[in-house]
């Protein structure tokens, strides 16, 4: 079965840096398009940024400048380094990618990993 798993997630002080890693596994055909979203407590999930099997980024206007998302298809692992961590950055952070199982060879699904916790606090 397709699976996605998030991991790097942590407790950092403010203006750390931290980079979070987010592995497909499984029948995988191929990949389209991959992305972190996060979710904040008592706030609803957002797309931070998202990146396309070409390699073209998109990214919220809270996180330009500090946070870049990259992917490495020969591994199926999307990355976001993040740099001057904030303590609005706080959330459970979400990857999820559009995939295409070998058995299917024609159409993408999204799949969502369960999420890893980012808490900036001093």
């Known amino acids: 079965q397709v699976q996605l798993v998030e991991s790097g997630g942590g407790l950092v002080q403010p203006g750390g840096s931290l980079r979070l890693s987010c592995a497909a596994s499984g029948s995988i055909f191929s990949i389209n398009a991959m992305a972190w979203y996060r979710q904040a407590p008592g706030k609803e999930r957002e797309l931070v940024a998202d990146?396309?099997?070409?390699?073209?980024?998109n990214y919220a206007d809270s996180v330009k400048g500090r946070f870049t998302i990259f992917r490495d298809n020969a591994k199926n692992t999307t990355y976001l380094q993040i740099y001057s961590l904030k303590p609005e950055d706080t959330a459970v952070y979400y990857c999820n990618a559009n995939i295409v199982p070998i058995r299917s060879r024609y159409y993408g699904m999204d799949y969502w990993g369960k999420g890893t916790l980012v808490t900036v606090s001093s």
């Open positions: 990146i396309t099997a070409g390699g073209h980024t």
